[in-house]
């Protein structure tokens, strides 16, 4: 199981920004996909998950309506995309996939079984 998060860099406050977890050696059908983050000096926190046979979604308050999380089946790719964003928005990004259909509960780390490299987001002026 090979999870690859892309797509970080530095946006300037009110910016777009989208993030790609891209899965290799099996699929993320029967999974599913979440995107955390973690600030300097604080805890990883749950952002978003795609149950993805069925495509439903869930977001942490403090990014809903801002952040979309989608799937892109002929790729085996889950994208983050993500608007107006904060400096407050910076992180390492990190995606991970597991086994759980409850979204609810996948909003906790214990929750996922796989975790793919972070990516930086940086929102400066």
């Known amino acids: 199981v090979q999870l690859q998060a892309f797509g970080g860099g530095f946006v300037q406050p009110g910016g777009p920004l989208r993030l790609s977890c891209a899965a290799s050696?099996?699929?993320?059908?029967?999974?599913?996909v979440g995107w955390f983050r973690q600030a300097p000096g604080k805890e990883r926190e749950f952002v978003a998950a795609?149950?993805?046979?069925?495509?439903?979604?869930v977001y942490a308050d403090s990014v809903k309506g801002r952040f979309t999380i989608s799937r892109d089946n002929a790729k085996n790719t889950v994208h983050l995309q993500m608007n107006s964003l904060k400096p407050d928005d910076t992180a390492i990004y990190y995606c991970?996939?597991?086994?759980?259909?409850?979204?609810?509960?996948?909003?906790?780390?214990?929750?996922?079984?796989?975790w793919g490299q972070g990516t930086l987001v940086t929102v400066s002026s």
């Open positions: 991970a996939v597991g086994y759980g259909t409850i979204l609810s509960e996948m909003r906790l780390k214990r929750a996922y079984d796989y």
């Open positions: 050696a099996f699929t993320l059908d029967y999974y599913t």
């Open positions: 795609i149950r993805w046979s069925i495509g439903n979604t």
